[in-house]
């Protein structure tokens, strides 16, 4: 076996090493797909099936049975899988397009009503048809990041139940008078590490479905309990991705009309919906699927038509205690006086996000790019509590732009914007997952919580 296993893939080494093993421990016959590399360094995919034998001792030695080369069957099947994610990016830009430019038609109309000279209506009235646009077209392209799972979490140790119970007052609101709402919440709840305000999104959006489910009335149901995933539970649910170990669940489930089974299949794709035009955009099970995949989770759905749905939620234990963290309350902004120096190269942006906190009471200070912000800071030196920079910029970009604001006002603290996601920020080097971030598009309550919420982490 040994040396079978110095002819497998090194990415391939070792889930084989631990096929053999776990057929060696319970005796069951070895079923296993893997790549061989040839003399002459060529690759080949092989399934390999039989049963490992044992020598005197109890050792393994050998695995009789036969490995037939699948190589050309794999190839097919990865071409059958480019051509449906070629089907899938098509839809996905359809959708995007269709979401995007109605939002897009109701920004201009308004705008083009406001600016006409002969204008006749309620002028706030537009202006907040224009933000209910704006904001659905922000809500789009946050749905699309958390399926890609390419959004910039903040992840924390929470407690699951916490949350739960936080969003509880609102959920027979949410559902309406005819739905019945249940929370059966399991005491002593294992801590999870996840961002706390994707968890409240998850369970939003799933409630959202379970409500459109059940027309007529029913009874919504949210449970966590703390469980131990084994290898039959895996060997239970194939096609998941998962290991071994402690994880907790959230189960939220409905007595609906259920999923029929040729739909199933199709729920987290993004814009697939079976709902009536203009009912929903169809990213919010895609939405839920990339946040719970991107915190280290799976989702598995169990359904019978006519009966209702189970969403089941898996996300690993954490291993610390969770933080508390105390939410803003209601939809108040709070107002600070200190100088906040922004730095963007986007004039629109720039000047938007200084003029959104001199109203919130801050002084703030423009600068196009990070070696104007430094001259900047010389020139003020002192006077600056806070650094509001954009992450990609040109001459000199905000990572190292931080760093010499470090050298040059150490303490000072720095929190980044972006509209790139986390994909092109963190992973190609441009800035620290642990560093203060803030997402584009950002509304005034968002800017000025956070950085509110950072000014008063230097205080402190």
Not at 168 to 189: F, S, T
Not at 242 to 257: E, F, H, K, Q
Not at 324 to 343: A, D, I, K, M, N
Not at 367 to 377: C, D, K, P, Q
Request: a negative charge; hydrophobic letters at 40%; aromatic letters at 6%.
């Amino acid at each position: 076996l040994d040396e079978m296993l110095t002819r497998v893939h090194a990415d391939d080494r070792a889930a084989v090493a631990l096929a053999f093993r776990q057929s060696a421990e319970s005796g069951a016959d070895l079923d296993i797909e893997f790549r061989i590399v040839r003399a002459d360094a060529s690759v080949r995919w092989l399934r390999g099936h039989g049963k490992v034998l044992f020598d005197d001792g109890g050792d393994p030695t050998a695995l009789t049975g036969a490995c037939v080369d699948i190589t050309e069957r794999r190839h097919t099947e990865e071409q059958l899988r480019q051509v449906q994610r070629m089907d899938a990016v098509g839809r996905l830009a359809g959708g995007v397009a269709h979401e995007v430019n109605n939002m897009m038609t109701a920004i201009l109309g308004f705008t083009d009503l406001l600016l006409d000279p002969a204008h006749v209506g309620d002028p706030r009235g537009d202006l907040l048809q224009i933000r209910k646009a704006a904001g659905r077209a922000a809500i789009v392209t946050a749905q699309l990041l958390a399926f890609s799972r390419r959004q910039m979490l903040q992840p924390r140790v929470v407690d699951l139940n916490v949350v739960v119970t936080e969003l509880q007052p609102m959920l027979p609101r949410l559902m309406g008078e005819d739905k019945e709402v249940e929370v059966a919440l399991a005491p002593e709840l294992w801590p999870v590490h996840a961002d706390r305000g994707q968890l409240e999104q998850v369970v939003i959006n799933l409630a959202l479905n379970a409500r459109d489910a059940m027309p007529r009335g029913g009874r919504f149901t949210i449970e966590t309990a703390n469980v131990e995933l084994d290898e039959d539970y895996i060997g239970r649910h194939p096609g998941t991705t998962m290991a071994r170990g402690p994880y907790v669940r959230l189960v939220v489930s409905d007595t609906g009309g259920g999923i029929p089974p040729d739909v199933q299949g199709r729920i987290f794709e993004p814009f697939f919906t079976t709902k009536p035009v203009g009912q929903g955009t169809g990213l919010g099970l895609s939405m839920v699927y990339g946040i719970i995949k991107q915190s280290g989770g799976f989702v598995w759905v169990y359904s019978e038509p006519g009966h209702g749905t189970a969403f089941k939620l898996y996300l690993p234990r954490a291993a610390a205690v969770p933080e508390l963290v105390t939410p803003p309350g209601g939809y108040e902004v709070p107002r600070g006086e200190e100088t906040v120096l922004v730095v963007e190269d986007d004039p629109l942006v720039r000047q938007l996000s200084a003029r959104l906190l001199a109203s919130q009471g801050y002084a703030a200070l423009e600068a196009r790019n990070g070696r104007e912000a430094l001259e900047l800071l010389q020139a003020h030196e002192g006077r600056v509590q806070l650094v509001l920079t954009d992450v990609v910029m040109p001459e000199l970009g905000g990572a190292e732009f931080a760093r010499r604001v470090e050298h040059l006002q150490p303490g000072l603290p720095v929190l980044f914007m972006s509209g790139f996601t986390d994909h092109e920020v963190v992973r190609r080097g441009l800035l620290d997952p642990s560093a203060p971030y803030l997402q584009k598009p950002f509304d005034a309550a968002t800017l000025g919580r956070r950085v509110r919420e950072i000014l008063d982490l230097r205080r402190a």
